[in-house]
C-alpha cells in the first residue's frame, strides 16, 4: 500500500475573526487509506462558509462538511465527478430538509468549495463564494468562480458586450449556496494537473474580503512552510479589520506523490496491457466495436470540466506592501507598550534588521518575509500577554 498521507503536506485553521461572536465555518480534511481508495476516490478537502441566525449558519456548514465526506466515500463504482457532484447536492438536501423542519432555521445556508487530488489530477466541486486557488511557480490561480452578484453580471457583462458598472453592487451578495432551496447547482471543475510543489489553497470570504490575491500570492512564495503561511494569512485577515470569520486549508503535493503517481499509473497499465494482451483475438474479431465505444468513453470522462482557472495573479507584492507592514508592526508595538504587556524586543529588533538588510540588497522576497515573520512573532506574544 503506498502511503498517500505522505505525499501531500496540509495546513487548517479557522479563526471567529474580530467583529464575530460566534465561528460559522468549518472545514474538513479526509486522506485516502489506501491505493484502491486514492485511485478511485483521492484526498478530500472541504471548506465551508455558513449563513443564518441563530446558529443556523454554523449548523448549516457543520453538516456539509460532515456529509459529503460521508456520501463520497461511501458511494462505489461511479467516477469521482460523479460523485462528489451527488456528494455536494446531497448535503444539500440535508440542509434544506433541516431548514424546513426548524424554524429558526429555515432558508439557512452555506457555501460549499471542496477539492479533490486524484490519480487523474484536480478536480473541484464549488458552489458560493468561497474559494480554491492553485499556487504554482509564483503565480496564483483562482480555479473556482464566485458565485456572487459582482463575479455573475461581470460575467453576463462579457457574454452580452455589454458594459456595466459594477462599482455601486455590493461585495458579499452571493448567488447561490447549500440549503436555501430544494435544489443546487454545482459547479465542477477539472482535473486540472498536479505537480510537485504545488500548492492548493480552500478559504472563505473572511480572507479573501481583507487580504488581495496578490498579497495572498506574496505571502505564499514567502513564507517558508506552509503552516506558517497559514498563520500568517489569518493574522493579516484580522489585522485588516477581521470583520470575518476566517477559515483555510493548504494542501502543498510533496515530490513523494508526483513518484509514486508515476509508479502506481505504470502498475495499472501493465496490468491493463496484460488483460488486453490475453484477450486481444476474442475482442479484436467480435466486440471491436464496443472497444471503440469504451475508449471513446473514458475520453469523455477525463475530458476537463469548468472554464478555470478564472484569473491569475503574481507573486509580486504591491509598491506599498512593505510600508504597510512597517506600519502594522508599529501598531503592535504601540498596543504592547499601553496595555503594558511585555514582548521581547530583541528577537523583535534582530527580524527587522534582517528586513532592513534584505531591504537594502533589493530582495524583497526575503525582505517581506522578514517583516511577516516579526508580525507573527508580535501576535504571538500580544496573544500571550493578553492571557496573562
Not at 486540472?192 to 489553497?201: A, T, V, Y
Not at 483555510?248 to 510533496?254: A, P, R, S, W
Not at 468513453?297 to 491569475?312: D, I
Request: net charge neutral; hydrophobic share 40%; charged share 25%.
Amino acid at each position: 500500500m503506498a502511503d498517500w498521507d505522505e505525499c501531500v503536506r496540509y495546513a487548517e485553521l479557522t479563526d471567529v475573526g474580530m467583529r464575530r461572536a460566534s465561528n460559522q465555518d468549518s472545514c474538513v480534511v479526509r486522506l485516502a487509506s489506501s491505493d484502491e481508495v486514492f485511485d478511485e476516490r483521492g484526498h478530500l478537502f472541504v471548506v465551508a462558509d455558513g449563513m443564518g441566525a441563530h446558529a443556523a449558519g454554523e449548523l448549516a456548514s457543520q453538516m456539509a462538511v460532515e456529509a459529503i465526506p460521508l456520501y463520497y466515500y461511501k458511494t462505489p463504482g461511479k467516477e469521482a465527478p460523479e460523485v462528489l457532484q451527488g456528494a455536494i447536492t446531497d448535503a444539500n438536501a440535508k440542509i434544506f430538509t433541516k431548514g424546513e423542519a426548524i424554524p429558526d432555521f429555515k432558508k439557512m445556508g452555506t457555501t460549499c468549495s471542496s477539492l479533490v487530488l486524484t490519480s487523474r489530477g484536480a478536480l473541484i466541486g464549488h458552489v458560493g463564494d468561497s474559494r480554491i486557488y492553485r499556487f504554482r511557480k509564483n503565480k496564483l490561480e483562482q480555479l473556482s468562480f464566485d458565485h456572487s452578484l459582482v463575479w455573475e453580471l461581470e460575467a453576463e457583462s462579457k457574454r452580452t458586450g455589454k458594459v456595466a458598472s459594477l462599482e455601486n453592487v455590493p461585495k458579499n451578495v452571493i448567488t447561490r449556496s447549500l440549503g436555501p432551496h430544494e435544489e443546487v447547482k454545482v459547479d465542477l471543475e477539472g482535473y486540472f494537473p498536479i505537480q510537485s510543489e504545488d500548492i492548493f489553497l480552500l478559504c472563505s470570504d473572511g480572507l479573501t474580503g481583507e487580504v488581495s490575491d496578490n498579497k495572498i500570492a506574496t505571502i505564499l512564495s514567502c513564507m517558508p512552510d506552509i503552516q506558517v503561511a497559514a498563520q500568517t494569512l489569518i493574522n493579516l485577515a484580522n489585522l485588516n479589520g477581521g470583520s470575518d470569520n476566517v477559515t483555510l486549508i493548504l494542501v502543498e503535493v510533496l515530490p513523494q506523490m508526483i513518484v509514486k503517481l508515476k509508479e502506481f499509473k505504470s502498475k495499472q497499465g501493465s496490468s491493463v496491457e496484460k488483460k488486453k494482451s490475453e484477450s486481444k483475438a476474442f475482442f479484436s474479431k467480435l466486440f471491436g466495436f464496443l472497444a471503440k465505444k469504451s475508449g471513446t468513453k473514458k475520453e469523455a470522462a477525463l475530458k476537463r470540466l469548468g472554464r478555470g482557472p478564472y484569473r491569475v495573479y503574481d507573486a509580486k507584492p504591491p509598491s506599498s506592501f512593505v510600508d504597510s507592514l512597517h506600519d502594522i508592526i508599529a501598531q503592535l508595538k504601540s498596543t504592547a507598550e499601553r496595555r503594558g504587556w511585555t514582548i521581547d524586543t530583541e528577537t523583535l529588533k534582530k527580524k527587522l534588521n534582517q528586513a532592513r538588510l534584505a531591504g537594502q540588497e533589493e530582495n524583497h522576497k526575503e525582505q517581506v518575509r522578514e517583516l511577516l515573520m516579526a508580525i507573527n512573532y508580535l501576535m504571538a506574544q500580544l496573544k500571550q500577554g493578553k492571557k496573562e
